[in-house]
């Protein structure tokens, strides 16, 4: 025959005297916990800020030339869709990989070294790999979709009315980016210049 032990009145076991120390703990602590908590969403947003402005602060500046896409979205105001010359590469021309219209390229992290054009204000490709670069100055980016590669350096709003502008100087490949690298191959689209 097995002993039993009396439980007291109300109680339903361990469990539920420590949710209640905990609810009690949290009674008295409201307001701390609410500040606390939208403190950590500004810094978390501030977070999000600072490492986006990281190339612009700390990068360093070159001049690609730039080929756009879409110069107007009527719901959103001028603004051009650039595209580079490396970024859409030809089967084999990605050190390391194969096909890169293969599904299951996507998303696969890629870096283009650059090298000074001759006129030595421009910078151009010089290669395009999987393998991340000892050194010299290099874009990071990914394939996408179409093994089209992405370095968050393909869209630029531009002031009101000006995209005809912007569409005149692609005609006449007179349209660069200004860009802000980072020693780790962050990009970051600082400026237009027209030529």
């Known amino acids: 025959m097995r002993d039993t032990v009396a439980t007291p ?3 339903t076991g361990y469990g539920a005297t420590r949710v209640e120390r905990v609810i009690s ?3 008295g602590r409201e307001s701390k916990i609410l500040i606390t908590a939208a403190c950590l969403q500004v810094l978390v947003l501030v977070g999000m800020i600072a490492l986006q ?3 612009l602060l700390f990068g360093k500046t070159v001049l690609l030339r730039v080929v756009p896409i879409d110069p107007r979205d009527f719901f959103r105001g001028d603004y051009v869709i650039l595209s580079y010359e490396f970024s859409r590469p030809t089967a084999g021309k990605i050190e390391g990989l194969g096909d890169v219209m293969s ?3 996507k998303g696969r992290q890629v870096y283009v070294t650059l090298e000074k054009e001759p006129d030595g204000k421009h910078w151009r490709a010089e290669r395009v790999s ?3 670069p000892e050194s010299g100055t290099y874009l990071r980016g990914h394939i996408a979709d179409f093994g089209q590669l992405l370095f968050g350096i393909e869209a630029y709003y531009v002031q009101e009315g000006k995209g005809k502008e ?3 100087a692609i005609r006449h490949k007179k349209l660069s980016a200004e860009i802000a690298v980072t020693s780790s191959g962050r990009a970051a689209l ?3 210049r027209i030529e």
Do not use: F, N, V
Request: net charge negative; no cysteine; charged share 40%.
């Open 190 to 192: 600082k400026d237009l």
């Open 166 to 168: 912007y569409e005149e």
């Open 130 to 132: 999987i393998h991340e």
């Open 9 to 11: 009145a109300g109680a």
């Open 53 to 55: 402005s990281m190339p």
């Open 25 to 27: 703990w949290l009674k």
């Open 103 to 105: 599904g299951e390229r």
